[in-house]
Structures are given as C-alpha cells and as structure tokens.
C-alpha cells in the first residue's frame, strides 16, 4: 500500500496506518512500541467522559501519557453532547491534541445507554456531540460502524454528517453495529463514505494480515488503515507496512513493554497488562500452548521475565 503523510489541522501524522484503540491493550507503552513501529496515530483506550466528570481515579489513569508521545490522542465515550464537550475542553485532557469520538462500540451495555454505535441513529445528537467537542479547539476526529443493522446500512450519509458538524477526520469500521466483530468488512460502504466527504477517511476491521491492510485499501481507496486486534498479535504490522526498520525480536518487544509499563504503573497493572500482550503475541507461535497456564498464573515481575524468555527466546526472528 501507499505510504504518506496525513495532515489534521495543525498536526502531520507520519503515517497513514493508525491503531485503533483497544479497551484493556492501547496504554502508553503500547502506544509508543506500535509508534515506534511506523504507526501514524494511536489512541488510548475507550475513556468514558460520565466517569471523567465524576472523577473517577481509574478512568484517569487511562489518560496518562508523557513528552515522550509527540501525538496524543484520546478516545471518549458519551452520549451526552453537555457532558463531552465539558470534558473534551477540560483541564484533565490539557495533554491531548485530538480528540476522538466513539461511535462504533456495539458492546450491548454501551448500545443500551445511547453511547457508541447508537448515536448512528440519532445523527443530530452525534452531531451535537462533534460541534461540542470542537469548542475544545483539539482535532476532533469520529470512529464510527457501517450502520447499526447489516441490512440497513448507511455510511456516506453518516460520513456527510460528521464532515458538515467539523470532524477531521472519520474511522469506519467495516462492519454494522449487529455484526460486532466477525463478517467480511463491506469494502464498499467505507468506498462510499470516502467518496462522500473531503476530509480524510480510514478504514478499519479485518485487517489481520499485511495482504489484508493492501486489500483493504484497493477496494475502499481510503486514506489510511487501521488495524486492531491484530497489532497485538503481530505488532510488527506497523513495520511491516510502512518500511520503518524494525530490527527487534519479539522477546525484546515484550522485555522492553515491561520495563516501560513497570516504570510507569504499579505490579498488578504491569502484570495485567503484560499477561494480555503476550497471550496475544504467543497466539501463532508454535510450541508456546504449555506456558499458558504458567503466564496468568506468574504472581510477580520475576516470575513473569522467566515466563516470558521461556515463550518468546525460543523463537528470535528479527523483524
């Protein structure tokens, strides 16, 4: 695929592959270790703009970030068009430059509460929502699905809506709000939305190889892509698509993630989210079933490193 540079106000994304955010996954250290692969854009984790009002401690540490991330963005969840644009303009996101807005989450507890993929079908709340994030004076950029029901879908016209309300940027997932996660995306859907507007469009869902992200493209003419589950599994997707030399094996991504998250979060989110990364990278890797057991069950940071050079020094493949 084309590699090229995506400009968003005042910002120049280095590349046009991006990761999506990932409730549980997308932290500051994977953000910087999927940058630092060639990625364009990463985004935190979904954050949810009610438990930001309120304060909420664990909400907050979604936020946290340093100088060493050049781009920051962050993702908010809301239905409120208040409620967001007082939190996309509040003190506690001083750090970010682009906001982005979840309208995709088809998760039932979300759909339920008019948040993430059910603001698609009431367009003037959603674009309430942009209008009031954009006061913030941040990018603000929109993720959003091809409908709610795949037998009903209506991508362009969404896609218009966001433009005219001032978004910069819009995500689209490939798929309907009833289709959740699985389904060949509909190319053709995201074809049209991008026909429809001006501003840049990316298309994201079933991209779980390279050949995938190239496909993707041919078929939509997007802009950019965005893989997600898949930059867990395989994060050097980044490299691989964009050139960025690499030169790194698996086990020294996954030392390195330690190092950083422990220097940064306390043990039991560092062996939380440790124990999640690597089961991810471990999925392909031959031979690596039997230390399941052993990694969720490792009750410490040592414990943990010798998981860990058991699963990933087996195999030293630099990428």
């Known amino acids: 695929m084309e590699i090229r540079k995506i400009r968003l106000g005042h910002l120049l994304l280095p590349s046009n592959v991006l990761m999506a955010p990932l409730a549980g996954y997308t932290c500051y250290p994977f953000r910087m270790l999927a940058y630092e692969l060639g990625a364009g854009l990463c985004f935190t984790e979904m954050v949810s703009a009610n438990a930001l009002k309120y304060k909420d401690l664990a909400t907050k540490r979604l936020l946290f970030t340093t100088r060493q991330e050049k781009i920051r963005a962050v993702q908010l969840l809301g239905g409120n068009p208040a409620v967001m644009e007082q939190m996309a303009g509040s003190e506690l996101l001083r750090d970010f430059d682009i906001v982005d807005i979840n309208m995709g989450c088809p998760v039932p507890n979300v759909f339920k509460s008019g948040e993430g993929s059910a603001l698609m079908l009431d367009q003037d709340r959603a674009s309430a929502i942009i209008r009031g994030c954009k006061k913030s004076g941040k990018i603000v950029t929109v993720k959003c699905r091809t409908g709610v029901r795949e037998e009903e879908m209506f991508t362009a016209e969404f896609a218009r809506m966001c433009e005219a309300s001032g978004a910069d940027l819009i995500t689209i997932h ?68 964009t050139g960025k030399p690499c030169g790194k094996t698996a086990y020294q991504i996954v030392t390195e993630q330690l190092e950083l998250t422990s220097r940064h979060y306390d043990e039991t989110f560092t062996l939380a989210y440790m124990r999640k990364l690597a089961a991810y990278m471990m999925k392909k890797r031959r031979g690596t079933k039997r230390y399941k057991e052993r990694l969720y069950r490792s009750g410490s940071i040592g414990e943990l490193k010798e998981v860990l050079a058991l699963i990933f020094s087996e195999q030293c493949q630099i990428f």
């Open 174 to 241: 490939g798929r309907s709000r009833s289709m959740m996660y699985d389904g060949e995306p509909y190319y053709r859907e995201i074809a049209n939305a991008k026909a429809a507007v001006r501003i840049p469009v990316i298309a994201n869902g079933g991209i779980f190889s390279a050949a995938d992200a190239e496909r993707m493209m041919e078929r939509t003419g997007a802009d950019g892509v965005m893989p997600a589950r898949y930059g867990l599994e395989h994060p050097f997707i980044f490299s691989e698509l």
